[in-house]
């Protein structure tokens, strides 16, 4: 039995590991108006097979957003 994880989800490995701040989030079918972000200023909390824990950055990990890789449309860090 072969696992398939995307190739997206070792580049959010990555940033978890360096606790970068991701500036923008934007995800599929988001209720967002066109153009808007629906994360901001968020690091990457964890990474399981296929989805991204997300927390604001600078808090205590209080708020957290559970978003599968499938859905993240784009980053920009």
């Known amino acids: 039995m072969s696992v398939y994880f995307s190739p997206y989800r070792y580049f959010f490995v990555q940033?978890?590991?360096?606790?970068?701040?991701?500036s923008e989030v934007f995800l599929l079918s988001s209720?967002?108006?066109s153009g808007t972000p629906?994360?901001?200023g968020v690091r990457v909390l964890e990474?399981?097979?296929d989805y991204v824990v997300f927390?604001?950055?600078?808090?205590?990990g209080a708020?957290?957003?559970?978003?599968?890789?499938?859905k993240?449309?784009?980053?920009?860090?």
């Open 72 to 77: 993240i449309l784009s980053v920009e860090l």
């Open 63 to 70: 708020v957290r957003s559970y978003v599968p890789i499938d």
């Open 55 to 60: 927390t604001q950055a600078g808090s205590a």
């Open 31 to 33: 209720n967002q108006p």
């Open 38 to 40: 629906d994360l901001t």
């Open 47 to 49: 990474v399981g097979g």
């Open 15 to 22: 940033l978890s590991q360096t606790q970068q701040i991701i």
